[in-house]
């Protein structure tokens, strides 16, 4: 058995016993398909049954809510749906399954990236981490965080085609996805400028078409769902104009940050209901940047980019949801990775596992519970 | 004209972002949609891109006309 089988192997075994711990805890919530499907949950499985237009009955303005939520997610759901599988447990199966892919792919990216190699630790770590149990549940994170380390391994072999196809499928997943837009047009430039000086005249339109091509395929996914919302309501912007819904304008992220830090509400940390303390999503945003900072001291410039960036567009808008989105960061989760290695004696090694896995038993009763403050 | 066999790749890239192009400007300058749609989500957008935190009442009573399946705008299901 080759070692990716086996690490494979490994994946799937341990997932399975994650898998099968979450149902466990999810008994008195009323089992772990319905449990799981909370927040943009809601928003996915009903597009994937329904598709857009469906949420109609939720404004008098028309069917806009769900613009929001990007169409790659939704499509995938109703793909596994055909098999018979409920809106909800389609959602699962495609998450968990494209979280096989994420570690997996993940896993190479370390290979290529890191010495020592240790990729079984690597499956382990993403599979315990506190916040990892969000790419078990019915959200974009598994397939985003798949098709970002894949648009890496393509861009890091040269393949500029199949790494636009894949951002294009980004861009079809989040708004967001446009962030590795300015790593494939760096990519392309420095392939442009190092052919153009050797490339005969007659040659030039050619290599012009190899660069330019890759770029103009990597927005498509976003592009197509801007034509689709366009022919639907009249509005290809419809996805950013109803996240006002959401209270989410731009005013920047050192407004936003300002605002948080000075509300100093931690106590609403813990509150099962009302709104996420600011503060603890302010600390969660200055935390991802400083990781990002640290990345970059690193000279892992690419990874310190993905994390900067990946905190600095949401919170441009608004505060709300950052530690989902610093702690399922790939560059997040391999900077992390590269501390956590650093503990090197079992009984260092077993006392952090024990920690990480009671810390996500606790945050996945409180996803149970819809505990909007902590994610 | 015909172009050279080896061009196509460039003919193609231009041709896709024409057609990008197009959507954007459409999506930016023209949009089709109902009045309270303009008024409560795209004028709503601009108007106060530049200030630091709009407030409820800045939302225009004919967006929020009541209709047979009329339920509140501000709290919509929630979006993580």
Redesign the interface.
Same mark, same amino acid.
């Given at each position: 058995m080759n070692s990716r089988l086996r690490l494979l192997c490994l994946a799937v075994a341990a997932l399975c016993v994650r898998l099968f711990a979450y149902a466990w805890i999810a008994i008195p919530f009323g089992g772990f398909v319905k449990a799981a499907c909370?927040?943009?949950c809601?928003?996915y499985v009903r597009l994937g049954a329904e598709g857009y237009g469906s949420s109609? &009955?939720? =404004?008098?303005?028309?069917p806009?809510?769900n613009w @929001?939520f990007f169409p790659l997610f939704p499509i995938l759901i109703r793909l596994v749906m055909q098999f018979g599988a409920s809106a909800q447990l389609a959602g699962l199966v495609v998450s968990n399954t494209l979280l096989l892919g994420f570690v997996m792919l993940g896993a190479e990216w370390l290979r290529r990236t890191r010495t020592p190699h240790s990729p079984a630790l690597w499956v382990l770590f993403v599979l315990l981490f506190p916040f990892g149990f969000i790419f078990s549940v019915p %959200?974009t994170e598994s397939l985003f965080d798949v098709l970002m380390v894949a648009a890496l391994l393509a861009m890091a072999d040269r393949r500029r085609l199949l790494a636009a196809v894949i951002i294009a499928a980004m861009c079809a997943t989040r708004p967001n996805g446009v962030v590795m837009l300015p790593l494939l047009l760096l990519l392309n430039l420095r392939e442009l400028i190092a052919a153009w000086p050797i490339t005969p005249s @007659?040659?030039r339109?050619?290599l012009?078409?190899?660069a330019?091509?890759p770029?103009?395929?990597a927005?498509?996914g976003l !592009?197509l769902f801007?034509?689709y919302q366009?022919w639907y309501?009249? &509005? @290809?912007?419809?996805f950013? %104009?109803?996240q006002?819904?959401?209270d989410r =304008?731009? =005013?920047g992220p050192l407004?936003q940050l300002s605002h948080a830090l000075h509300a100093w509400d931690w106590g609403r940390v813990l509150a099962i209901d009302g709104p996420a303390s600011e503060t603890y999503n302010a600390a969660w945003s200055l935390f991802g940047l400083a990781i990002a900072l640290w990345l970059a001291w690193q000279r892992r410039f690419t990874e310190a980019y993905l994390l900067a960036i990946g905190i600095l567009l949401p919170l441009s808008t608004a505060i %709300? !949801?950052m530690p989902?989105f610093v702690a399922t960061n790939p560059a997040f989760l391999f900077a992390m990775f590269d501390i956590a290695r650093k503990a090197k004696t079992p009984s260092a090694q077993i006392a952090l596992s024990g920690a990480f896995g009671l810390a996500q038993s606790a945050l996945m009763v409180g996803w149970y519970q !819809?505990a909007?403050a902590l994610? | 004209m015909t172009l050279?066999h /080896?061009? #196509?790749?460039? $003919? *193609? $890239?231009?041709l896709? +972002?024409a $057609?990008?192009a197009a959507? *954007?400007a459409?999506? *930016?300058f023209h949009?089709?949609?109902?009045p +309270?749609?303009r008024a409560?989500?795209?004028d709503?957008?601009i108007r106060? /891109?530049t200030? #630091? #935190?709009?407030g409820p009442d800045i939302v225009p009573e004919t967006?929020? $006309?009541?209709?047979s399946?009329?339920?509140n705008?501000a709290d919509?299901?929630?979006? +993580?």
């Open positions: 909370v927040y943009d809601v928003w109609g &009955d939720w =404004t008098p303005l028309g806009v809510p @929001a %959200h @007659a040659d339109a050619a012009l078409g190899e330019l091509l770029l103009v395929i927005p498509l !592009s801007m034509a366009y309501i009249g &509005d @290809a912007l419809a950013n %104009h109803v006002l819904l959401w =304008t731009w =005013t407004y %709300h !949801s989902r !819809s909007n994610f | 050279p /080896r061009s #196509w790749k460039l $003919a *193609l $890239a231009c896709i +972002g $057609a990008q959507i *954007l459409v999506g *930016l949009p089709s949609v109902s +309270g749609y409560y989500f795209i709503h957008t106060h /891109r200030d #630091w #935190w709009p967006a929020l $006309a009541p209709t399946t009329t339920v705008l919509p299901p929630p979006h +993580g």
